[in-house]
């Protein structure tokens, strides 16, 4: 599985990130969802909300005991325009997650928008999908996106 952007988020993943860091709507966050994904980039790249995600075959958020997905809003996030490179850069730091039981080997994460903050996987958006192999033990477990955030629009 490859780091891809899902189809329905494209052009909007930065709109979506302006929302949150805005308070417009007041309640909307974005979240951080582990999966067990098997399924081809091209099926997963055709979904559009975590329900349709956790429907497609091959594809399953994480169970392991301590996971739920994490919530970031505007304190979490910085927005770097680099006019020099012609590029926005998204960021929200490293996020952890705690304490997470042996049980599913991760694949990938996800970070979706979650436009009324009430954790409705039908209306939770799908922005990005990284490769993110990991094999919980009992510890905790960082999602470290990197200098550049998760995810450049150039």
Same mark, same amino acid.
């Given at each position: 599985?490859?780091?891809?952007?899902? =189809?329905? &988020?494209?052009?909007?993943?930065?709109?979506?990130?302006?929302?949150?860091?805005?308070?417009?709507?007041?309640?909307?966050?974005?979240?951080?969802?582990?999966?067990?994904?098997? &399924?081809?980039?091209? %099926?997963? =790249?055709?979904?559009?909300?975590?329900?349709?995600?956790?429907?497609?075959?091959?594809?399953?958020?994480?169970?392991?005991?301590?996971?739920?997905?994490?919530?970031?809003?505007?304190?979490?996030?910085?927005?770097?325009?680099? %006019?020099? =490179?012609?590029?926005?850069?998204?960021?929200?730091?490293?996020?952890?997650?705690? &304490?997470?039981?042996?049980?599913?080997?991760?694949?990938?994460?996800?970070?979706?928008?979650?436009?009324?903050?009430? %954790?409705?996987?039908?209306?939770?958006?799908?922005?990005?999908?990284?490769?993110?192999?990991?094999?919980?033990?009992?510890?905790?477990?960082?999602?470290?996106?990197?200098?550049?955030?998760?995810?450049?629009?150039?």
């Amino acid at each position: 599985m490859a780091d891809l952007v899902f =189809n329905s &988020a494209l052009g909007a993943v930065k709109q979506w990130v302006e929302n949150v860091e805005n308070n417009s709507p007041v309640a909307a966050v974005l979240r951080l969802h582990a999966w067990v994904i098997t &399924a081809t980039d091209d %099926d997963v =790249n055709n979904q559009d909300t975590i329900s349709e995600l956790q429907a497609l075959a091959l594809s399953a958020e994480a169970t392991n005991s301590g996971y739920a997905n994490l919530v970031m809003d505007e304190t979490d996030i910085t927005i770097t325009v680099d %006019d020099t =490179n012609n590029w926005v850069d998204l960021i929200l730091g490293d996020q952890t997650f705690t &304490a997470i039981v042996a049980g599913d080997v991760w694949s990938d994460i996800t970070y979706s928008y979650d436009p009324d903050g009430t %954790d409705t996987d039908t209306t939770t958006l799908l922005m990005t999908l990284h490769d993110f192999v990991v094999t919980p033990n009992g510890g905790d477990i960082t999602a470290d996106e990197g200098a550049n955030g998760f995810y450049r629009a150039s």
